[in-house]
């Protein structure tokens, strides 16, 4: 068993940053890739941004490349998204997903395990 914690979401103006951050606990060694997605009101779960447990390739969405930045610590058993020029459009739920088997990135059925979430408001 994996559990993941996300913190760091709150309520910004357009333009602004937060930093989310997920601790994973548990089975850590068997994560092979982390990955971060969001679900806004009425809408489906998206991939956000992943990075493999080991480091390497980094992954975004288009509409979030360039403005948001993934990154872990393994010491800290902790991935972090950094979150900088804010739109309204990205205001959501943001969860983190462990991927065991590494079988993709930015599909949200190939992650086995999901944080609670934590909500990201972004007014204009």
């Known amino acids: 068993q994996v559990q993941l914690v996300e913190s760091g979401g709150g309520s910004v103006q357009a333009g602004g940053s937060l930093r989310l951050s997920c601790a994973a606990s548990?089975?850590?060694?068997?994560?092979?890739?982390m990955g971060w997605f969001r679900q806004a009101p009425g809408k489906e779960r998206e991939f956000v941004s992943a990075v493999p447990w080991s480091g390497g390739n980094t992954y975004y969405s288009d509409s979030v490349r360039g403005r948001f930045t993934i990154s872990r610590d393994n010491a800290k058993k902790t991935v972090y998204l950094q979150m900088n020029s804010l739109k309204p459009e990205d205001t959501a739920v943001y969860y983190c997903?462990?991927?065991?088997?590494?079988?993709?990135?930015?599909?949200?059925?190939?992650?086995?395990?999901w944080g609670q979430g934590t909500q990201v408001t972004v007014s204009s």
């Open positions: 548990g089975r850590t060694f068997s994560i092979y890739a």
């Open positions: 997903a462990a991927d065991l088997y590494g079988l993709g990135t930015d599909s949200k059925d190939d992650y086995e395990y």
